[in-house]
Every structure is written in C-alpha cells, then in structure tokens.
C-alpha cells in the first residue's frame, strides 16, 4: 500500500501540488505543468530584468525544485510517457472514490457508494464530493458544521428519542437531547458547545503538566544510563587490572557481585515504562482537542487515563538508589584492594552539552574542503576553506567523487564525536550541509541542510522543507555529536548564537560538512579559523 501511494506522488506536479496537466520535462530531469514552470519563468525574468543590464548578463533560467539554472531558455516539449500515464491515473480515480470495507461511505449514494469528504453534525450524515455541494451552495445548510468523515455519527442520536443530543447533564456526565430533559429536572444542564468549551480550556493547562513529567522522567532516566555506564567501566577496568596483580580466586566474589549489579535494569525498565506512559497520555489529549465533534469530545474526554485527567502534576516513582550506591561501594571496595599497585579508578563522566558560544568552540574543528569533490565552476582557496563560484569551469582532473549537476563540495575528513564549526556565506543563496559521502544535499533521508536565502531559511530533509522563523545570518553556526545523533544549527551574531533548527536521529555512517551555493559569479562560503 505504501509503495502505491508513492507512485501516485510521483505524478503531482512539486509547483502546484496537483496532477500534472501538460506536463513537461525541463533538461535536470524534473516535469511540471507547462504554465506552472512557464509562469516560475516569467517570474525570473521580471526579477532579473530589474537587476541585471540585460546585455552584459545572459538571462538564466532555474528549476524550481534542484535550481540547476539553464541558458538559454530551454525548448519545453510534452513528455509524452507521463502524459498517457496521468490520463490513466483520472480513468481510475472513480475506483479509487469507492468506499471499502472500512471507508465512511456516502449516506446519499444508491448504488455503488462513493466515499464520503465530509460529515455534518447537525444533518447525521456523510457526503461524497458531489451530494457535499448542497451544503456549500444553500444558505441554511451553510451554517452545519461539517467535519472530516465520521463512523461515529449515530452516538449523536438519543437512543431513547431518536433525536440529536444537543444538551449535557453535568450532574449525570451524559450527553442528552431535548426530550431528556424532563428526566433530568433539578439537574445541572448546559449545552454540549459550553460544556465541551469548559473541558478544552483545561487541557493547556494538564498537558503542561504532563510534558513536565515526562521531562524529568526523561532527564532521571538519562542520568541513571549515564551513571550506569561511568559504573560499569570503571568497575571493568578495575577488574581487568587485578587480573595482574592478584589470583583470581580472591576477586571472584567480588567480581560477581559487581558485575550482577551493574547488569541490573529495574530501575531504568520502570522509568522507561513511565516515560511510554506519559507519551501515551500527551497523544490522546492532543487527539482529543482536534475533535469537533462535541458530544464525541465529551465521550473521549470521560474515558481519558487518570494520568491524564490528573491536574497535580505526575510524580516521579523511583526506588531507593540502594543498588547504585552498593555498586559505589562495591567498586570503592575493589579499588581500595588494588591500591597498592594500581592507581585509582577513575569515574569517566560524559561532558554536558555545550550552552554558550565558549562552549561550543571547546568543540571546534577545521574544516578543509576535498578539492576531488569540488564541482568544476567551484574554486577553492584559503587553505580549501574558502569555495568561489567562478564564471569558467576550473580544470579539476577527473575524479569519481566530483559533483558534476550540483554545485557541492564536501570536507576532506569526516566528521565523529562531537564538532562545532561555523559557515559565513554571501550573495543570493547557500545550502549549508551536513552528510554522507557522495550524496546531494537535502533531497534524501542521507543528508540534512540548511537552507539559507537573503530573506528567510529553511530546513530540508529527504525533499521536505520546514520553515525556519529565527532572523536571517550570514554565519552559520554548525554543532555535531554523532555518537548522540544530534545536529544542531545556529544563527551566529558577534558573541550571541540562537538556534535555528535541530536534529535527533542515528547517523549511520562517517557524516562530511558540506555547502552549495548559487550559480551567481563571486558567491562564496567561508569555513573561517576560530582559534
């Protein structure tokens, strides 16, 4: 089904995001509509037509997804193949429309039934696209609430009464309609709408709390790892030494109970389980503050967790730090016995994550660029930390690691541990990267870069852009710790840094700094000495 689905994708046009309609294939490979590119065309020349002197300067002309830029402007010819495959694609577009075995089905269709868009609240019903259209054309049925199709429309329906429940009895906690209200006199009843906005306006406030929760719960469970582990190798490396100074039998005992302890995970499982927990709790209140349903939201919101429900907030249940601390003294114990021809144990501690700008440059390594990798209008200089993007190409022998579509270069070494280094960039546009060896940048699970614009940045992973709304720099600040899987970006001004974007994930492989840059003559980026 997944692979389906990715098909289909491949037929929408990336400007329009609709199925192509003529399309058209530009000389990097990539198709549009042909008004959609035309139209990102005329755009830049009306753009470069009040910057340029248009007879000193070749008009060029970009794509809008890999911005290879190409001059003259190409010829566009139909792409015939992807035509007659998106002509296919609409022929089944009325089978795909068919509601399946788990599909709300439209309540208006006879027949064969079309699959509902949308459900009404107030009409109890679901509609295709075509029977929808009375709701948006007539102006009673314009004040319905419509939401996203529904299985559960008929919980409403009073079961007693057969009519819509439109009241709740906050003396009962039960949805109820009209002709209940008799049944319900004395009772403290409002409308469904009020008492659903009372309950909304707490969940703010109760999510707040469980985030904290779970961050503690998080940090303590960090903590307890990192100990764990400092335990673990200085208890080993104390074992391994008295190999050689004492007989095996005499350290037996004591090896076996260090050891069993540090293998011991209770306390770690059960924050572990906890941390699940609140995570659980956090996804069902966001689910259920995107309910529009009101009688639904009221439904979900009486069958909420008690963690969740919980106004105080969640308290951490750990156990007594007895066992770490008889693995402390285990391993004092041990070191004590070894003194005499050893010297002491020492408790390796994982430095904390760097906070300020000092901090970072304790990090700082010097990136060289790998002249091999170099695309050929790239010039390198500066010690190769310095990239120019020159009007000819440069006369780089043949490598099998040279970029030859894309205006890349990479760093001769790669990167592990923790670095930090910074980027200063000019003109119209970079693409400050991190990756793997050989790889573009950005349009891949295998790269992660920044994308930076005179005017805005984004982020881009694996062909998705997310927007970046801290302030526009022309430094860049880069921090990695590959073993953690963190990438981080930050904004650079003087002293200050703020941060950009960052990544939590498990790099695979030997990561390389990297940068694009636009085809403008005398673009640069700079990978500057800091110390």
């Not at 089904?1 to 530009?26: G, H, N, R, S, W």
């Not at 764990?228 to 090896?255: C, H």
């Not at 990136?367 to 209008?377: K, V």
Request: proline share 4%; glycine share 2%.
């Amino acid at each position: 089904m997944a692979q389906k689905a990715l098909d289909q994708e491949a037929f929408f046009c990336p400007v329009c995001l609709d199925l192509l309609k003529d399309p058209v294939t530009i000389p990097c490979g990539h198709s549009y509509c042909r008004i959609c590119v035309q139209h990102h065309w005329d755009q830049e020349e009306e753009e470069q037509q009040h910057h340029w002197d248009q007879e000193e300067v070749k008009q060029r002309y970009s794509c809008p997804e890999c911005r290879q830029s190409f001059s003259p402007k190409p010829v566009l010819g139909k792409n015939i193949m992807l035509a007659g495959l998106v002509e296919q694609l609409k022929k089944t577009a009325a089978d795909r429309c068919s509601a399946g075995p788990q599909d709300v089905s439209c309540d208006v269709c006879t027949g064969r039934k079309l699959k509902a868009v949308q459900s009404c609240l107030q009409c109890v019903a679901s509609y295709c696209e075509s029977h929808l259209q009375p709701h948006c054309d007539a102006a009673a049925l314009q004040k319905h609430q419509l939401v996203a199709p529904s299985h559960k429309l008929q919980g409403n329906i009073c079961s007693q009464h057969n009519e819509v429940m439109k009241m709740f009895c906050c003396s009962d906690q039960q949805s109820i309609c009209s002709l209940c209200v008799d049944q319900h006199r004395g009772h403290d009843i409002v409308s469904s709408a009020a008492e659903r906005a009372q309950k909304q306006a707490e969940l703010p406030a109760r999510r707040a709390l469980l985030l904290q929760s779970l961050q503690d719960k998080e940090t303590e469970l960090k903590r307890l790892k990192r100990e764990a582990q400092d335990i673990s190798r200085s208890a080993q490396t104390a074992v391994q030494r008295s190999r050689d100074s004492f007989r095996e039998r005499v350290l037996k005992k004591r090896r076996s109970e260090v050891e069993q302890q540090i293998l011991s995970q209770e306390l770690q499982d059960q924050l572990q389980q906890e941390v699940t927990e609140l995570k659980r709790s956090i996804s069902e209140l966001d689910t259920l503050s995107l309910t529009p349903d009101h009688n639904q939201f009221l439904q979900l919101y009486a069958s909420l967790s008690t963690d969740t429900q919980s106004t105080e907030p969640a308290r951490i249940q750990t156990r007594p730090r007895r066992d770490f601390e008889e693995v402390t003294s285990a391993v004092s114990a041990l070191r004590d016995k070894l003194q005499l021809t050893l010297s002491p144990v020492q408790i390796l501690v994982s430095p904390a994550e760097p906070s300020s700008r000092e901090d970072f440059l304790q990090y700082y390594t010097e990136i060289i660029l790998d002249l091999n990798t170099a695309h050929t209008r790239l010039s390198l200089s500066d010690g190769n930390r310095r990239v120019t993007v020159m009007r000819e190409n440069q006369r780089y022998p043949d490598h099998p690691d040279r970029f030859s579509d894309y205006r890349q270069v990479l760093s001769r070494e790669s990167l592990t541990g923790r670095c930090y280094w910074e980027v200063e960039w000019s003109r119209v546009w970079a693409l400050i990267a991190v990756a793997y060896r050989n790889i573009v940048f950005g349009y891949n699970d295998k790269s992660w870069a920044l994308d930076c614009g005179k005017t805005s940045h984004s982020f881009l992973f694996n062909s998705v852009r997310s927007k970046v709304s801290s302030p526009v720099s022309s430094r860049i600040g880069v921090y990695l710790d590959h073993s953690a899987g963190v990438l981080e970006f930050y904004s650079v001004c003087e002293s200050s840094m703020s941060l950009l974007h960052r990544v939590q994930t498990t790099f695979t492989q030997p990561l390389y700094a990297g940068v694009c840059i636009d085809w403008d003559i005398g673009s640069m980026a700079h990978f500057p000495k800091l110390k």
